[in-house]
């Protein structure tokens, strides 16, 4: 088995679309999959499972929507895609405020023309750039500020998911300690 990491998009915010992170572990469990823990309420964990990521994707998405009564967006990364990704941050400087570091994670890496908006939309010294297949985006105003991080949010929607360098090392961290298991 294999050590993946997954985030679901959309969930548990204000009040909407709820998964409690208890019943995603039991779910996960219940699909065979070992060593499961979440972080944080926004739909993050990690678990071995067998299988390749698509696969342990579709698998999740389909209990979830059984369990849930909704779709939720799923997006499954092995241990080592995901170690690559954090490796690659083009902006290390930023990563010493991990809120001022975001990086959208989606299927297929961005192309050319969903980049055209989001240079549009950059103000002062706001960044882009993708590497190891994801979009970095650099916030020095931070998230919530961001007229580039609203841009982003709104091409990416439904075929991306956000979240900042904190938990990107946070999920890492947890996807090496339960792979040294």
Do not use: C
């Not at 409690?20 to 993050?44: D, I």
């Amino acid at each position: 088995m294999s050590v993946f990491i997954a985030l679901l998009r959309g969930i548990n915010v204000g009040g909407h679309r709820k998964v409690p992170m208890a019943e995603l572990r039991a779910l996960l469990a219940g699909l065979g999959y070992a060593g499961v823990k979440t972080h944080v309420q926004s739909g993050n964990a990690v678990f071995r499972a067998p299988g390749a990521a698509e696969e342990v994707g579709a698998a999740l998405e389909a209990a979830l929507e059984a369990r849930f009564g909704f779709v939720v967006e799923t997006f499954v990364f092995p241990l080592a895609q995901w170690r690559d990704i954090v490796a690659a941050n083009p902006f290390p400087e930023n990563a010493q405020d991990p809120t001022k570091l975001v990086v959208m994670l989606t299927r297929a890496p961005p192309v050319a023309e969903q980049l055209a908006p989001l240079h549009a939309a950059r103000t002062g010294d706001e960044a882009l750039q993708i590497a190891a297949g994801a979009l970095f985006l650099k916030l020095p105003e931070g998230q919530g500020q961001s007229k580039l991080a609203e841009t982003t949010m709104r091409v990416f929607k439904g075929a991306g998911t956000a979240r900042n360098w904190r938990t990107m090392v946070t999920l890492l961290d947890m996807g090496e300690a339960l792979a040294a298991e």
